[in-house]
Nanobody, 123 residues
Framework: QVQLVESGGGLVEAGDSLRLSCAAS????????MAWFRQAPGKDREFVSY???????YYSDPVKGRFTIFRDNAQNTVYLQMNSLKPEDTAVYYC?????????????????WGQGTQVTVSS
């Protein structure tokens, strides 16, 4: 089974950009459907973006047009490019993976999770 490790978080100012990475090991990364979620203090974990093993992509409305998800199967890594960051993007960002086919925004559908990386956007 796959292990996931996120990196790339940090403290930035509003309008700045960050690129998050999620490195996978221990499984056949190309067979996994991957997603990014985030969790702000006191809030539920929420869906951010999804990329299937066939490169079908979805975004949540709050990040559409600002964030880009992509994957490099040769590097066993999925990325989240975040531009025009806003203070409301502040959260711990998690990558998640599942082998089951089909798009889902539910955390229950994803069996594999990283430890998270903190993104803080100051105003």
């Amino acid at each position: 089974q796959v292990q996931l490790v996120e990196s790339g978080g940090g403290l930035v100012e509003a309008g700045d950009s960050l690129r998050l990475s999620c490195a996978a090991s221990g499984g056949t990364f190309s067979s996994y459907n991957m997603a990014w979620f985030r969790q702000a203090p006191g809030k539920d974990r929420e869906f951010v973006s999804y990329i299937s093993r066939g490169h079908i992509i979805y975004y949540s409305d709050p990040v559409k047009g600002r964030f880009t998800i992509f994957r490099d199967n040769a590097q066993n890594t999925v990325y989240l490019q975040m531009n025009s960051l806003k203070p409301e993007d502040t959260a711990v960002y998690y990558c998640a993976g599942k082998t089951k086919v089909g798009f889902s925004t539910s955390t229950y559908e994803y069996g594999y999770w990283g430890q998270g990386t903190q993104v803080t956007v100051s105003s």
